[in-house]
């Protein structure tokens, strides 16, 4: 990736930045999938009567395996249709393939799958983002991804109202370039 003075859009995503949108993801999952399961066993019991064992301790591995397969279908979908996830999207992050080009369905999946394998053995697969040059974890080397910063093309504004008055006051002008001090 090419590195302009100024500019962090396309630059290797840090570990702090990471971090910030796995936390935001992970939450996400959980938030959403307990809402979710709550959902669908109140509809349940009002309407059949049936009691999906939420609680229930017998059934704990069916709902840590339905987490699993929520979170899969989370990150992929996010991946596949935008190459981030809503973590990322906030922190300002894109997975794009290693060329830049973006994400294939494929990669994603992939990327996806191989997560815990990062995570394996005290989480050894993250030394990448610490040390290398390209801040590749180890299920990012697998599916040949990377994590850039990207906040897109697009010049710095002022939220509407405050650049309308300023305008207005002749504190700012518009240019092509963005903006510039008025008077």
Known sequence: MKRMAGVVTGNYAGVFTRLAAFVIDW???????????GGASFLLSALFAWDIGVADSDHSLYWILGMAGWAFIYLVVGLIVSGRTP???VVGLRVVCRDGTPLTPARAAVRVLA?????AILGLGFLGVLF???RRALHDVIAG?????DWGDRPAELPAPLTNWLERTQAIKPTAGGWTPGR
């Not at 939450?27 to 399961?37: D, G, K, P, T």
């Not at 991804?145 to 910063?149: C, G, K, L």
């Open 87 to 89: 973590g990322k999207a």
């Open 27 to 37: 939450l996400v999952i959980a938030v959403s999938y307990s809402l979710l399961l």
């Open 145 to 149: 991804a990377a994590v850039v910063y």
């Open 115 to 119: 997560l815990p394998l990062s995570f």
């Open 132 to 134: 290398g040059r390209e």
